[in-house]
């Protein structure tokens, strides 16, 4: 079956359990980014969440 893409906020905001799942990459991608700017105010770029936060399970 296919892969997903997750990013546990947890570990990059101690205080936060948002995660993202999603078969679509660029849909993690996107709701990682909206998360991140909206709750923390943070602007990731699609390489950095992609290199520093989203894991493949
Ligand atoms: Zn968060």
Redesign the pocket.
Known sequence: MGQAHKLD??S??AD???IVQSENEAEAIELAKN??KE??GANYTDDELRADHLQVV
């Open positions: 906020c947890e990059a905001a936060c359990r948002f998360h991140m709750v923390h």
